[in-house]
């Protein structure tokens, strides 16, 4: 089994990936303070390069590369965020790159991949996908990307942990989004090395539950469907390396309903002037929802992304159609 990093990668992917992106704000929002009855504050990665912090993970697995490899090129698969991130990243590093996303993703994250400089491909649905990109991988000797089980990922995605931990260091409580689980993971080792009493919890949507499931039946699930409007959080699996760290480190994850992400998303445009995408607005969801058992000081929520289709945007907020 490949080893759960350790602080001192977290600590080497902040070093190696710091120069190239943001140091994303944290924001705190009063009105979310009054709601719930302690400090919170936003910590914006819808504010990071490409929209997300996908690209933290995706830069420092890139920048880990051998020659032969870089040569060679990568291929990965995505709904939309991490594509972006992994097109962004090789293009910085000067390689290639070949994106498998499903015929069904988002126009705006397929179109940004492609703009990015990837080859994407837009082919069946986001259970098929992860087949067709290792036949690409091997077909063309790619090295093959996963988009959240891998240690050099979850490492950069820590850098998140990192950051939010130098904000707010007497944190009580950090809500994490969870697709596959490498956000949380990053942040979970981050928090468990530097802020031990703090507290850890992630949020998935109902239709797309895979850790979930996972913690309850004791091992990493695949799920047989996903149907949510978060996209970003529709990994149809929890990753082996990820369960683990969520399983050691994680207090909790909780489920949103798709109506509760739309409230949640209503909500922070309207009180902080801030858009972010379904899966970004998922934490915000859960402490709304009151899903989240609060222990006494500040809580942070991340806002793992920022790609809405524009088109998408009056249903997303529920807002009639002229």
Known sequence: MVSIPGLE???EAQARISSALHRTPTFSSHTLSERVGQPVLLKCENLQKTGSFKVRGALNRILELDDEARGQG????????????????????????????????????????????????????????FDLALEIAEDRGLTFLHAFDDPFLIAGQGTVGLELLEAV????TVVVPVG????????ALAVANLAPAARVFGVEPHG???????????????????????????????????????????????????DEIREAMSFILA???????????????????????????????????????LDRLPDLLGVPRA
């Open 169 to 172: 260091p007497d944190v009580a």
């Open 74 to 129: 990568v291929v990965t698969i995505s709904a939309g965020n991490h594509a972006q991130a992994v097109a962004w990243a090789a293009a910085r590093a000067g390689i290639s790159a070949t994106v498998v996303m499903p015929a069904k993703a988002s126009p705006t994250k397929a179109r940004a991949t492609a703009e990015y400089g990837a080859e994407v491909i837009l082919q069946g649905t986001i259970l098929d996908v």
């Open 271 to 309: 009180r902080t002037k801030l858009l972010v995408e379904p899966a970004g607005a998922a934490g915000v969801a859960a402490l709304l929802a009151g899903k989240i058992p609060l222990a006494n000081g500040p809580v942070v929520v991340i806002l793992s992304g920022g790609n809405v289709d």
């Open 180 to 187: 596959g689980g490498g956000l949380i993971s990053g942040v």
């Open 208 to 258: 797309a539950c895979a850790m979930r499931k996972s913690l309850d039946k004791g091992e990493a699930v695949h799920l047989e469907s996903v149907d949510t409007i978060a996209d970003g959080l529709g990994a149809p699996m929890a990753g082996e390396l990820t369960f683990e760290v969520v399983r050691r480190y994680v207090e909790d994850v909780v489920l949103v309903s798709d």
């Open 9 to 11: 990668h977290l600590q």
